[in-house]
């Protein structure tokens, strides 16, 4: 048996009157999350461990069996694990590439960059601001990282959390790094990158926010916590980051950028075939465009990565799957909410879809956020999709 857990972020969401009083995953065209939750088994969890603020770095991990008390670690500690350990004595803070005008924070995603932008923008920071004491590290697209050696990041707040709002009582209380805010801002605002996106009309990426910092924590070894040989597939660097700490291997997709035009084929192919012919017994798959879309506001664009999900990820995963014999559960679920309506993450339930080739039912309840299975607790997730519940 292979086990695969496949994640649309943010994925769950409110209903929304101009679709009709539905939420965007009820009215999203998806022929294969319908066919799998009439044969499987749909019910609601919460991943989010009291205390805990909403997000994706508390809900994966409780997710893959780690404890509440990692839950609150810093993010960017994991983030940097994707480029190797940090080296004694030196910190990590997420460095994320905004859209700021008079003060206010527009844009946690510096207006929609293109990958070459991010790049671009990231290149000129590392080139102005590294010195001994601080390195820039690249993630994916406009999130970014910090390195500094001395004194500890501090953990300071989401910029999804503070989108429209004024950054002047939001800045860290950190004096290097509002040093380093205000020096991005000089080197970003009149980038030949910005110049052009003002010119076509679009929000410039001028300032850099620093988030996410605190202490590296200790997690599990998963395969010595499930027996399971596991890999992860996402364009995304805090999973990448998570899963190099739990000893899954991290698998490469070309052109896996967490968007809505990430390389979902390739997500897709790269997870059937750690599970066929890498040796895998479990797989991870992650999509970060639902989240996207909802810290964006953007209701078609959630729509349609609900729908990239279920037919260009998962129908092409479990039809290859079908056709090559292989016996799996898979475990469909968002991390979190992330409302369109209110553009951040919140803490709410969110609905959960288990499919079992072996174990096949015809009267399944649809897989949207309303649906009238159980509710299960969020630590114990992991557990239901190894059937041991």
Not at 10 to 16: F, S, T
Not at 239 to 255: C, E, K, S, Y
Not at 318 to 339: C, F, Q
Request: with cysteine; net charge negative; aromatic share 6%.
């Amino acid at each position: 048996m292979k086990y695969i857990i496949a994640i649309g972020d943010g994925m769950a969401d409110l209903a929304q009157p101009s679709l009709r009083d539905e939420t965007p995953l009820s009215f999203a065209h998806t022929p294969c999350l319908d066919r799998l939750a009439r044969r499987g088994r749909v019910g609601s969890t919460c991943l989010i461990p009291p205390g805990c603020a909403p997000g994706s770095l508390p809900a994966q991990l409780t997710l893959l069996g780690c404890p509440p008390a990692v839950c609150g670690c810093g993010r960017a500690a994991l983030e940097a694990l994707a480029h190797g350990p940090l080296a004694d004595g030196e910190s990590a803070v997420r460095c994320n590439l905004v859209a700021l005008s008079d003060g206010r924070l527009l844009a946690h995603d510096g207006g929609g960059l293109t990958a070459d932008e991010a790049d671009a923008l990231f290149s000129a920071l590392r080139d102005t601001l590294t010195d001994e004491t601080h390195r820039f590290l690249p993630g994916a697209g406009y999130r970014g990282l910090l390195v500094r050696r001395g004194a500890p990041m501090p953990v300071g707040i989401s910029p999804d959390a503070l989108l429209g709002q004024p950054l002047a009582g939001a800045l860290p209380e950190d004096d290097d790094l509002v040093r380093l805010f205000y020096a991005g801002q000089a080197v970003l605002t009149d980038h030949p990158v910005n110049q052009a996106r003002a010119a076509r009309g679009q929000h410039p990426a001028n300032g850099i926010w620093f988030w996410g910092g605190g202490a590296a924590p200790v997690l599990p070894d998963f395969e010595a916590q499930t027996g399971l040989c596991g890999a992860v597939v996402t364009g995304v660097p805090l999973l990448r980051g998570i899963a190099r700490g739990m000893g899954l291997t991290v698998l490469p997709v070309d052109g896996a950028d967490g968007s809505l035009h990430t390389n979902w084929e390739g997500k897709a192919f790269a997870t059937f075939d750690a599970l066929t012919r890498g040796g895998f017994d479990f797989a991870l798959v992650h999509a970060e465009a639902p989240d996207e879309a909802g810290h964006a506001g953007s209701l078609p664009e959630k729509v349609a990565a609900i729908e990239y999900f279920s037919e260009r990820l998962l129908d092409r995963l479990t039809g290859w799957l079908d056709e090559a014999g292989t016996d799996y559960r898979l475990l469909v679920l968002a991390d979190h909410p992330t409302p369109v309506l209110l553009r951040v993450h919140t803490a709410g339930p969110v609905p959960w879809l288990l499919y079992d080739r072996t174990r096949e039912r015809t009267t399944g309840e649809p897989y949207r956020e309303d649906n009238a299975g159980p509710r299960v607790p969020g630590a114990q997730m992991l557990t239901l999709l190894l059937g041991e519940e």
